[in-house]
């Protein structure tokens, strides 16, 4: 089982970038496909990135495309999601979640309950 810490959040204004990491103990990332979600209040739980188990796929919700990159770190057991060009409607909690890959996850990789282990959360805010 994996267990997930989320990072480098943080406030910045709009138009700017900030960096998250998710660094994921108890088994490596290369046995998971995982992906960067994130919750504003009163809003559902979104998909924002996701990437395949060997980095090669990588898929992505229209309201980032273009804006945000994920990217993973075998080695450092590793998740990334790069944000720039940041919008007062980026803000939310942003979670990074993993699950063994299966069929299931190619259909909706953008979606929650194609993940089994979640991270705890790391706050971003975008002032305009």
């Known amino acids: 089982q994996v267990q997930l810490v989320e990072s480098g959040g943080g406030s910045v204004q709009a138009g700017g970038s900030l960096s998250l990491s998710c660094a994921a103990s108890?088994?490596?990332?290369?046995?998971?496909?995982m992906g960067w979600f994130r919750q504003a209040p009163g809003k559902e739980r979104e998909g924002v990135a996701a990437?395949?188990?060997?980095?090669?796929?990588?898929y992505y919700a229209d309201s980032v495309k273009g804006r945000f990159i994920i990217s993973k770190d075998n080695a450092k057991n590793t998740l990334y999601l790069q944000m720039h060009s940041l919008k007062p409607e980026d803000t939310a909690m942003y979670y990074c979640?993993?699950?063994?890959?299966?069929?299931?996850?190619?259909?909706?990789?953008?979606?929650?309950?194609?993940?089994?282990?979640w991270g705890q959360g790391t706050q971003v805010t975008v002032s305009s």
């Open positions: 108890g088994s490596s990332t290369g046995s998971y496909c």
């Open positions: 979640a993993a699950t063994l890959c299966g069929g299931g996850w190619y259909l909706r990789p953008l979606a929650p309950p194609s993940y089994n282990y």
């Open positions: 990437i395949s188990r060997s980095g090669g796929g990588t």
